[in-house]
């Protein structure tokens, strides 16, 4: 011990290290001293301490070495491009997300998260439709989901098909292990890794430190568990080790698990935690002993279900492989490197205005790292959180099962998309109609690796009807159940392997130029994503290009990917991911869902949990779509280089959305058990232009103090979760008002009202919503509401004099006594 001790001393001495971190080596070298000493003579003890210490001290530095190489590379690379770029202020936030005509010729980090995802489901895509989500939310095929799990964790099923499917999924978490320590990580490989945990502290802390080390004990396998006081195994392969000297560890862990890390983390002056290239290189500090006890421990103790585990995981390294792959290793260090160019260069130029556009975008710039990250999703006060959550999932499985007939209008912005592209609008409206009925057609889709985004969750979908993170698990399952059975995640995943393939072939059309002579939109779509004149070359060679049995030509990322012949393998999977990431673009531009530029300027930097945090998700609620859809047109509209062509695109936007929003109004007064609007009047069409542009219940006030669900504008405006509480008070404070006050009261009208408007999938899933209105809420009404006929027919007159048309299925009726009058859309023209 008297060399280790000389060796740190002179260490000390000669400045190489600061006392504190001499304290910690010796503390660690003695505690390995202590457990060698339990089985070996003491000179033995210190010598293999002491070459644990070093070895240890040695895989730090090329660790360090290597992080520090791969984030000095990037910051030259943003150095390079931010002083090259034209506009240097909006290539801050085009760092996160870009937009069409930016002229960053970089990647994004969204963008780039939205491609490796797409690898995911592309390499998953067999196993998902196996064991995937059904409309429930739950497993297809729960048993052969289990085997997965068994096989992951290294414990044999007897099922050959689970083999394969887990085998897919470990070549996935190899690959993104790989791709992030090529990019500064360094995570070493592990035999049968399984799966992430995701614990509920609440539920441990519930059950207490004896209770849930009790249960936790047999199911480890120990003999992969190293002792921190050791770094050795705790027990030989197959055995356990005493109670006793297992407690200090899971001790260790317990405290870990319910203090949510602060046990052993000092504040620091860094924003969202450790970098990204620490994140994941901790050895694992639980092994279970196999797949059933990993199953049986997360049935008790886990946050998510196996599926959600297996999907999450992979999810979340595919973002810190995009943020890694942007701003480095560290991306805060990356980002903070990257406002100082983009400071700099401002503040050189002697230009006021780029000095002022550079401050606010750097304000921006730090408030997207936060969104980009999830650090921002991290609640504050979590108990709010998941309450609030709960109120918005709610609200999503009461309010919004008829959205898919607002969703029509997604045609239009495709074949409007598709002419601002120089793409044929008739061709991408055929091939949505080939993805629905041909099985020719989605099987190319599958080969080329476009797959359904609901393969892996509801995400998409959802994502344009809120910005919900933290979720109650019963009342998240009602939203997806709402969604999937509204055919809404259907419809869009259709639409956006339609818009991938169709743009994949319109590159392919444009494989005999060189990229300065492609389009000039699409054009900007490759260059925008870091796709240079070489890159190009080696996407359009024929070897790589995917061509159906009819003669069909597709530049497909993954197909291309598979059979390129001309890159090494490293190089192509980059080059794959970053037109994959330009085909994401697109995506969003066609079909917009949720740009995080748009949510991150409505939340800011709040948090779940906190008032402001809460107040703004609740206000910005079922407006994501209108949000981004907005975004995604005025960068459209910029981005078109003449004004003929900027004067062409609105005629054609407009009157596309127009056309689109009409048949949407339609389609939602016909499930709302009415006969069609007419549409020989003004107020009709300007509704339908507002329905087109994701703002449908504004609509409702044009001519009306109400919305579709009862309440005013006020609450419309202040959000769901709002108007869900006036749903709530309003009856009672009102009702009890007027009995003080000796006025008649509407208790039953009001409680059948809710009853109407607040019960979960049957009062707004479209395909049953009528019925359920006149077989339940009606029924309910005449049982508890002495003047609910003569309340109906007063509202029948309102509408048939404000918006000129009547119910074919009459309220209170037990069956419609006629079909709906689609000659009424014809007004006075009929």
Not at 216 to 235: E, H
Not at 311 to 320: F, I, S, Y
Request: aromatic fraction near 8%; proline fraction near 3%; include cysteine.
């Amino acid at each position: 011990m008297a060399d280790m001790r000389k060796c740190l001393t002179d260490a000390l001495a000669a400045g190489d290290i600061d006392q504190g971190r001499a304290d910690a080596a010796r503390a660690e070298y003695e505690r390995q001293v202590a457990h060698y000493e339990r089985f070996l003579p003491r000179h033995q003890a210190e010598a293999a301490a002491a070459a644990d210490l070093k070895e240890a001290t040695r895989r730090q530095r090329r660790s360090r070495r290597h992080m520090v190489l791969n984030q000095l590379g990037k910051m030259r690379e943003i150095k390079a491009r931010l002083e090259t770029t034209p506009d240097v202020a909006t290539a801050l936030l085009d760092m996160f997300e870009t937009v069409p005509g930016s002229t960053y010729e970089g990647q994004s980090v969204r963008f780039l998260q939205d491609a490796i995802q797409a690898r995911i489901r592309a390499d998953l895509q067999d196993g998902l439709r196996a064991y995937g989500q059904n409309v429930l939310g739950r497993s297809r095929d729960p048993v052969i989901l289990r085997n997965v799990v068994r096989e992951l964790h290294g414990q044999d099923s007897g099922s050959d098909i689970a083999k394969a499917y887990a085998a897919s999924v470990r070549k996935v978490q190899g690959w993104q292990r790989q791709k992030m320590n090529a990019l500064g990580g360094d995570i070493g490989e592990l035999a049968d890794y399984g799966l992430r945990h995701t614990h509920d502290a609440r539920a441990i802390e519930d059950a207490g430190f004896d209770a849930w080390a009790s249960r936790i004990f047999d199911k480890l396998d120990w003999s992969r568990i190293d002792d921190f006081s050791t770094g050795r195994p705790f027990a030989p392969e197959g055995k356990t080790p005493s109670k006793a000297a297992a407690r200090a560890f899971l001790e260790d862990v317990y405290r870990g698990i319910t203090t949510r890390g602060w046990d052993n983390r000092e504040p620091a002056m860094t924003f969202g935690g450790a970098a990204m290239y620490r994140k994941r290189d901790e050895p694992r500090r639980l092994h279970f002993r196999d797949g059933d006890a990993w199953w049986d421990y997360n049935a008790e103790f886990g946050m998510s279900d196996p599926l959600a585990s297996m999907l999450g995981q992979l999810d979340v390294q595919a973002r810190d492989i995009a943020l890694m792959q942007v701003f480095g290793p560290n991306p805060t260090a990356g980002l903070e490197y990257a406002t100082q160019v983009a400071t700099r260069r401002a503040e050189v130029s002697g230009n006021s205005r780029l000095k002022e556009g550079v401050d606010q975008r750097v304000k921006r710039a730090r408030v997207l790292l936060a969104h980009a990250s999830g650090a921002v999703n991290q609640a504050e006060h979590e108990g709010w959180a998941r309450f609030f959550s709960g109120i918005r999932h709610l609200n999503v499985a009461t309010k919004l099962g008829s959205a898919t007939l607002s969703a029509v209008s997604d045609l239009a912005t495709i074949s409007t998309a598709a002419t601002v592209m120089r793409g044929h609008p008739g061709n991408m409206l055929s091939r949505v109609v080939g993805q629905v009925a041909s099985s020719a057609s989605r099987e190319d889709a599958q080969r080329m690796g476009f797959v359904a985004e609901t393969l892996m969750s509801i995400a998409s979908t959802s994502a344009r009807l809120t910005n919900d993170v933290v979720a109650n698990d019963t009342l998240s399952r009602l939203s997806g159940f709402t969604i999937r059975a509204s055919g809404l995640g259907v419809w869009t995943d259709t639409l956006r392997v339609a818009v991938q393939m169709e743009t994949a072939g319109h590159l392919a059309s444009q494989a005999g130029l060189a990229l300065g002579d492609v389009d000039g939109m699409l054009q900007n779509l490759l260059r925008r994503h870091g796709i240079t004149e070489a890159d190009w070359d080696a996407l359009r060679a024929p070897d790589g290009r995917y061509v159906t049995d009819g003669g069909a030509d597709f530049i497909s990322p993954f197909w291309w990917l598979e059979h390129q012949t001309a890159l090494p393998r490293a190089e192509a999977e980059d080059l794959a991911l970053r037109l994959q990431a330009a085909l994401a673009d697109q995506v969003e531009l066609f079909i917009p869902s949720k740009r995080m530029r748009a949510t991150a300027a409505v939340r800011g930097d709040t948090r779940p949990g906190t008032f402001s945090g809460e107040l703004l998700q609740s206000t910005g609620g079922f407006k994501n779509y209108a949000f981004s859809f907005t975004m995604g047109q005025i960068a459209i509209f910029k981005a078109i280089p003449t004004p003929l062509g900027k004067a062409k695109y609105l005629a054609v936007m407009g009157s596309s959305t127009l056309v689109m929003g009409a048949l949407a109004l339609q389609l939602k007064e016909l499930a709302k058990g009415r006969d069609p609007r007419p549409m020989d009047e003004a107020k009709f069409w300007l509704a339908a232009e507002i329905q087109a542009g994701g703002l449908g219940i504004f609509s409702d006030f044009l001519f009306s103090e109400k919305n579709r669900f009862g309440g005013g504008i006020e609450q419309t405006l202040a959000g769901p979760v709002a108007g869900f509480a006036g749903d709530v008070i309003r009856p009672i404070v009102a009702n009890t008002t007027a009995a003080i006050e000796g006025n008649e009261t509407y208790f039953g009208r009001d409680a059948a009202n809710f009853f109407r408007y607040n019960t979960p999938i049957f009062s707004s899933l479209w395909p049953g919503r009528v019925a359920f209105d006149r077989l339940a809420a009606d029924q309910l009404q005449l049982m508890l509401d002495p003047g609910a006929r003569d309340a109906w027919r007063r509202q029948e007159r309102n509408r048939e004099r404000t918006y000129g048309n009547r119910t074919w299925w009459d309220r209170g009726a037990a069956a419609p006594d006629r079909a709906p009058d689609i000659t009424n859309a014809l007004g006075d023209l009929q």
